[in-house]
């Protein structure tokens, strides 16, 4: 299956509301205020933000409402805008020939898919690059045991403190090892946590700066882990860790899952946060590289273009 493919197929419950509903809209209609407004209600309805759908809608009214296949011209305007949005922050989590070993710190809300996530970038990078997996989840042992079981299918080094053991010195003896014996990655898991409570937050805030006295902060990397059926609430998410840990680059998963993909296009938008993946099914390869183009047309169900 072609990643285009894997793409229109898992955003299938984004693209149902909005392609079916817009081409409804547009059915035997002339494009006048009355229409838009339907527009305006569709694309809400797939949790795109107001400032997003104005910039929709505004693109739409440059259309000229004479022009014959005016349902198909829309569809590609609406195509190239969302795409134009997504491109800036459409960028790769590493490069395979990155010179610098990197620690990658991954954090979120409960339920958001840090640690399956953790798994499959590692299997991302590839056995062939030296990858440490540490446990700082201390207090729930089965994310240890999970977090395991990917170690074993990547082949990566593991490290875990005792139960219930500070998450930050954990962190700061994993850093350590990853120091001493030159890993190339090393991949952080750590609790979920209520992005409104600020003592759980501060817990993260603690994490990195304890990993920073050993390495220079240009090799760690915060990276959001969101969960993609929470819609337009992840917008909140994405602001309160920005403003408490900085985060260098987001994974949203769960797409597969849920008609809310709309709400990607509003983050892009408003935060100028890189997308590196998006998680398209359960399987090891089903998290991919974020396309801009190939999201845009995917979640309006459009075929592939070079």
Do not use: H
Request: proline share 2%.
């Amino acid at each position: 299956m072609s990643l285009f493919s894997k793409f229109k197929n898992n955003l299938k419950k984004t693209s149902n509301i909005l392609s079916s509903n817009i081409l409804n809209s547009l059915k035997g209609k002339k494009v006048d205020d009355k229409t838009l407004e339907e527009l305006e209600s569709v694309l809400i309805s797939a949790d795109v933000s107001l400032d997003v759908v104005n910039k929709l809608i505004d693109s739409i009214r440059a259309v000229k409402s004479t022009d014959e296949n005016i349902t198909n011209i829309i569809m590609e305007t609406l195509a190239t805008e969302i795409e134009t949005i997504l491109k800036p922050k459409e960028k790769k989590l590493f490069e395979q020939d990155e010179k610098e070993n990197k620690i990658l710190i991954f954090i979120g809300v409960n339920g958001s898919g840090k640690t399956t996530t953790i798994g499959k970038v590692a299997n991302k990078i590839g056995n062939d690059k030296k990858i440490l997996i540490a446990a700082c989840d201390t207090f729930r042992a089965a994310a240890i045991e999970q977090l395991k079981d990917w170690v074993e299918r990547n082949k990566s080094d593991f490290y875990s403190g005792n139960p219930n053991q500070d998450p930050a010195s954990v962190a700061y003896q994993a850093t350590e090892k990853f120091s001493k014996e030159n890993y190339k990655y090393l991949l952080i898991d750590t609790a979920g946590r209520l992005s409104n409570n600020s003592n759980l937050v501060n817990q993260l805030v603690k994490i990195k700066n304890v990993v920073s006295k050993i390495v220079n902060t240009g090799s760690i990397k915060t990276i959001l882990v969101l969960d993609g059926t929470n819609g337009s609430n992840m917008i909140k998410q994405v602001e309160i860790f920005g403003k408490a840990l900085g985060v260098s680059s987001i994974i949203i998963t769960k797409l597969d899952g849920t008609a809310k993909g709309g709400a990607l296009i509003s983050i892009a938008n408003k935060y100028e946060i890189p997308i590196s993946y998006i998680g398209l099914g359960e399987k090891a390869d089903d998290l991919s590289n974020f396309s801009a183009k190939k999201f845009a047309r995917s979640i309006l169900n459009l075929e592939e273009q070079p």
